[in-house]
C-alpha cells in the first residue's frame, strides 16, 4: 500500500484539502511513487532496467509493410488493481509475459475529458478533444486513421477500429474539413452487430450491457455503420457462425476480440484499434466485476499478442501499444467514490501506463518519465512514416 499512503501523506503535509496543496508538488510525489511502483515491479519483470533519460535507443525507420495494433485497456483502471504490488497478482499475463518483452513506460498523464469515447477519441488524434462524451459526434481533429490513409495511400481495408458500445461509432474519422467522411477507419460494434443478428437477448444478455455510466441511454448509430452483411462478405463470418461462437463467450471484449481476429485473418490491417470495454462495470459498484474485467483484460492481452506472433502476416512487424483511456478516482479523494467512478479528475485517475511491444524496441525496459496521452498518434505516424500535422503530442524518442 506504498503508493496510496503516500499520495495520503501530500494531502495530510497540507492543509488536508487536496485542492490547496501546490498541484506541482502533487505531481512530484506521484512522479516518487511511480518511480517506486516501476522498481517494485522491475526488479521481478524489467530485471531492474529503469532509465532515466528520453535518450533515443534506435534510429527512426519507418518501415513499408510495418503494422500497428492498439489496444486501450479500458475503460479505466487503477494503478492499485494493476501494476502497483499488490494489484500486480490480477495481471499475471501483462507482468510474465508482456513487460520482459516491452518498453514500459510508467506516466502517462491524461489533460484530458475523463469519458471513455472522448478520451479514446483523444488517444486517437493526439489533440484533447471537447466532444460531447454522450453524443454521436467525430472528433474535431483528424484521426491517426485518416492520416494514415491520405498519406500513405492506403484503402479502407487497411484502418479498423472494433470498439465497445453505439457512441464509439464516430471515432473512425473526424468532422476536418481535409480528411472526413470515407477517409478514416471502418469501426466495427460487436454488440451492435450481436443484437442485430440475434431477434431475442436472452441467450446473449451478459454480451450486450452498454453504456455501463449510463445504463439508459444509448446514442443513435448512423453513418456508415457496418452491418451484418458486410460481417458476412469482408470477414467471412456467417451471421448463424457469430451467434454460435458468441453464445461460448463470456463478455463483450471477448466478443470484440473474436471479431479482431477474423478481421486479422481475412483483412490483415496494417493499423488496427480495439477498444476493451469490460472493466468499467465497475460503475455498477461491484469489485469482484470489476477485478474479473482486469483479470480478462489481461488475459485478452496476451492473446493478442500471441496471435500477433502466430499470424505470418503480423509476426515480425507489427508494433502492439497497451494502455488504460485513463485511471479510476483514489479511494483518499472526498469528492468520489473509490474505484467506482472516474468522476474527480484527481492526479491519479489522470496518471497511467503504456507498454509498446515489438520488433526493433527495447525488451524489459522501463521509462519514468512523464508521457502525454497526446503523444500516441505523433509516435505511431514516426514509426509508420506518416505526419499527424495537427495533433498536439510529440514521438517518444524512446521508441523511435
Ligand atoms: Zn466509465
Redesign the pocket.
Known amino acids: 500500500m506504498r503508493m496510496r499512503s503516500q499520495v495520503h501523506g501530500v494531502r495530510d503535509r497540507g492543509t488536508g484539502v487536496a485542492s490547496a496543496v501546490d498541484p506541482r508538488e502533487i505531481a512530484r510525489e506521484v512522479a516518487l511513487n511511480r518511480r517506486e511502483f516501476l522498481r517494485s515491479a522491475g526488479s521481478v519483470v524489467l530485471g531492474g532496467a529503469l532509465v532515466h533519460s528520453g535518450l533515443p535507443v534506435y534510429a527512426a525507420v519507418a518501415r513499408p509493410g510495418k503494422k500497428v495494433v492498439v489496444i486501450t485497456f479500458g475503460?479505466?483502471a487503477r494503478d492499485q488493481e494493476t501494476f502497483a504490488p499488490e494489484g500486480q497478482e490480477n495481471i499475471p499475463h501483462l507482468m510474465r509475459e508482456l513487460i520482459p518483452q516491452s518498453s514500459f513506460f510508467t506516466q502517462v498523464v491524461n489533460r484530458g475529458i475523463l469519458g471513455?469515447y472522448v478520451a479514446t477519441a483523444s488517444l486517437a488524434t493526439g489533440v484533447y478533444e471537447t466532444i460531447n462524451n454522450f453524443a454521436s459526434l467525430p472528433p474535431e481533429s483528424p484521426t491517426v486513421f485518416e492520416y494514415f490513409r491520405k498519406e500513405l495511400k492506403r484503402p479502407a481495408s487497411d484502418a479498423w477500429v472494433v470498439a465497445p458500445s453505439n457512441g464509439f461509432n464516430r471515432i473512425g474519422e473526424s468532422n476536418n474539413r481535409s480528411y472526413g467522411p470515407g477517409s478514416g477507419a471502418r469501426v466495427i460494434l460487436p454488440k451492435y452487430l450481436l443484437s442485430a443478428a440475434t431477434s431475442s437477448s436472452a441467450d446473449y444478455g451478459h454480451l450486450l450491457r452498454d453504456s455501463?455510466?449510463t445504463p439508459l441511454y444509448a446514442p443513435e448509430l448512423g453513418g456508415n455503420t457496418f452491418e451484418l452483411e458486410q460481417m458476412e462478405r469482408l470477414l467471412k463470418l456467417s451471421v448463424d457462425d457469430f451467434k454460435s461462437h458468441a453464445r461460448t463467450l463470456s463478455s463483450p471484449d471477448e466478443l470484440s476480440v473474436y471479431l479482431v481476429r477474423q478481421l486479422m485473418k481475412q483483412l490483415s490491417p496494417s493499423l488496427l484499434w480495439v477498444t476493451m470495454h469490460d472493466i468499467?462495470i465497475?460503475?455498477a459498484g461491484a469489485y469482484s466485476l470489476y477485478i474479473e474485467g482486469i483479470r480478462r483484460t489481461d488475459r485478452l492481452c496476451a492473446e493478442l499478442w500471441n496471435a500477433i506472433q502466430s499470424d505470418p502476416e503480423y509476426a515480425g512487424k507489427t508494433t502492439m501499444f497497451i494502455l488504460p483511456d485513463f485511471g479510476r478516482d483514489s479511494d483518499e479523494d472526498a469528492g468520489g467514490n473509490g474505484f467506482q467512478?472516474?468522476r474527480t479528475g484527481d492526479v491519479l485517475s489522470r496518471t497511467t501506463w503504456m507498454m509498446a511491444l515489438g520488433p526493433g524496441l527495447r525488451q524489459g525496459v522501463g521509462y519514468d518519465r512523464a508521457l502525454d496521452s497526446t503523444d500516441l498518434v505523433p509516435t505511431i505516424g514516426s514509426m509508420m512514416g506518416f505526419l499527424p500535422s495537427l495533433a498536439h503530442g510529440k514521438p517518444i524518442a524512446e521508441l523511435l
Open positions: 475503460g479505466g471513455h455501463y455510466e468499467d465497475a460503475h467512478h472516474h
